[in-house]
Every structure is written in structure tokens, then in C-alpha cells.
């Protein structure tokens, strides 16, 4: 019994981190995926990973911007010739810095990729989904805990990544009646390129505030993604699953 036998699953951030991980469940589980990234390159990585590698296809696109959004959704349709009943919308982006350091470009980007981009993935997406007329579709949007609970040096995160938690909430309420449900996950401390960064003290420090004293893996993000993601959460939408080992700082 495969969670997600058959479905079309477009999954952005797919390159890297929470997103291949979730290309490489959500491949285990019976999806087809198109594989979304800023790097075309990476999501042809990922799909070099997978068990059957011509069953799914990578893309090349921004999604901070609409016209490349909607190119990409209409190729993936195209390409597969069906409408996807899925989405886990993972690309995202730091630009750390102290508030009363941090310039007005590093907050723009931040906004534009993480906020916008969530905005353009879900309408575009809902607005395919709603005309085909699926019987479940779902929408996972990756969200942070540091949307909830804030974080020092990521004013400008925290800020898309709550703005996130928001929207999500509110296209559940509008898309239900399409039968799409819109969730949201909340990681907490994971092990990927995006956290690589982070200094080793500040690394072990923010793990020993972790009740589960370690990182996750993104593995354990994708996992949860599955679950939102199939029909087995049939009644969940609008909501923030928290997946942080319990840090909720
Ligand atoms: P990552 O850096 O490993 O992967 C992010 C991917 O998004 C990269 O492949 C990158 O190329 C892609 N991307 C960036 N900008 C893009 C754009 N404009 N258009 C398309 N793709 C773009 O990071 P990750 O840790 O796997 O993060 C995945 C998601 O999880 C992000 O939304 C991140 O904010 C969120 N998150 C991560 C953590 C963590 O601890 N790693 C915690 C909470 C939330």
C-alpha cells in the first residue's frame, strides 16, 4: 500500500536538502515527480537518485517569479500530461543578519523568495488543481519553527516564514471547497546544506536546546510531507505541523 501510488508531485527546492528528500520518499511511496530548483542542475541530481529516473523530470525555475511559475507549471502538465495533485513547496532561502544591521536588500530577497514564491507556487498550483477537478489534492508549504518563535539574526526569515503559516491558513479556508488541502510543516534544527553554515558552537548550542538533544534529517521532514501529502490526512488542512524534535526555542 503506497501512500502516494500514481500521483504527480511537483516539488520545489528539489535540488537540495528537505526537497530531495522528499523527491526520494515521495518516489518510495509511488509519486511521480517533477523536481523543481532555482539550480537546474541539482534537480537533475536528484533525479539521477531515484529508482527509476525517466519516470519523473527536473526543472529549472525561479519561484519568486510568476512568468517562470507559470511556464513551469504548464510544461510539467505538458510534460506529464496530467494535472498534479501535489505539491510540497521547499525552495527557500537566509540572509542572516541583526536587525539593526540587516540592509534592505538581504530582507527584500528573503521576502521575495520565501514569501512571494509561496504565494506564486499555491496560486498557480490551486488555480490548475481547482480547474481539473481532483478528488484530493494537497498543498505542503515549509514553513520554519522560527516562524513561530522567532530567531536571533533572522528578522527577515522569520518574517516570510510566519507570513507562510498565514497564508497557508487562509488558502486552506478558500481552497477546501475545491477539495485542496493546504498544510503546513514547521522544521525545527535540520541537517542540510542550508544549515552547514551555521558555526559548530552556535550548531551545538541550539542542539542542546533540543529536547530530542540531535538535528533531524531531512528524512524525517519528508516523511511527515508524505503523510500531508496523501489522502491518509484526508481531513487535515490549514494546519502547522511542528517537526522539531520538540525546540520550540
Ligand atoms: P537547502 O538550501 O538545502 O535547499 C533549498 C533549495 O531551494 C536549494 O536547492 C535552492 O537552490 C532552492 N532555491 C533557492 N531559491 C530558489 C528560488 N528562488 N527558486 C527555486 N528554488 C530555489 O535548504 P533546506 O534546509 O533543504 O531548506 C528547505 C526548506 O526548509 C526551506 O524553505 C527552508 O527555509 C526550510 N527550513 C529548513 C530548516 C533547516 O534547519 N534546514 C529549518 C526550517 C525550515
Redesign the pocket.
Known sequence: NLLLAGRLAVV??G?????RAVCSIFAREGAKLAV????KK?AEETLALLPQPSDHRAYG????LSSEVATMVSQVQEDFGEVPSVAVH????TKDSFLLKMDEQSFDDVID??LK?TFLINQTLAKAMSKANLPDCSIVN?S???GKCGNIGQTNYAAS?AGVIGMTKTAAKELARFNIRVNAVL????H????EKVPENVKQMITMMVPCKRMGT?EEIAEVCAFLASSRSSYMTGAAVEVTGGLNF
Open positions: 520545489t527546492g535540488g537540495s536538502g528537505i526537497g523543481v530548483d532555482l539550480n541539482s525555475t525561479n519561484v519568486a521547499a525552495a527557500g532561502i523568495v520565501n514564491g515549509i520554519s519553527i522560527v516564514k522544521p525545527g534544527f535540520i542540510t546544506p542550508m544549515t531531512p
